[in-house]
């Protein structure tokens, strides 16, 4: 069974920074496109950014140029750098697969705020 764990979530203001990383038990990242989600209480869960196994990336437009993912295949890790960050950033961030998802982890809390 995999188990997805997202951490490096918290608190911090607008324009500061936060690096999100995420691991899988269970699970072999190398082998397949790896995204970060997000999902507010009210509204669905959103692709954020996307990262083939060539490491081509894709960005939602109101992420792109601020978040960058990454994968490190030797770690089974697949990481998400988030910089100049605003409130409408506050949100739950997920890892998984881009198609043929996983089971969702927990997640991880992201709040910005003055």
């Known amino acids: 069974q995999v188990q997805l764990v997202e951490s490096g979530g918290g608190t911090v203001q607008p324009g500061g920074s936060l690096t999100l990383s995420c691991t899988g038990s269970?699970?072999?990242?190398?082998?397949?496109?790896m995204a970060w989600y997000r999902q507010t209480p009210d509204d669905e869960r959103e692709l954020l950014a996307t990262?083939?196994?060539?490491?081509?990336?894709y960005y939602k437009s109101s992420v792109k140029g601020r978040f960058t993912i990454s994968r490190d295949n030797a770690k089974n890790t697949v990481t998400l750098q988030m910089n100049n960050l605003k409130p409408a950033d506050t949100a739950v961030y997920y890892c998984n697969k881009v198609s043929n998802r996983w089971d969702w982890g927990q997640g991880t809390q992201v709040t910005v705020s003055p």
């Open positions: 990262i083939t196994i060539g490491d081509s990336t």
């Open positions: 269970g699970a072999i990242f190398s082998g397949w496109p």
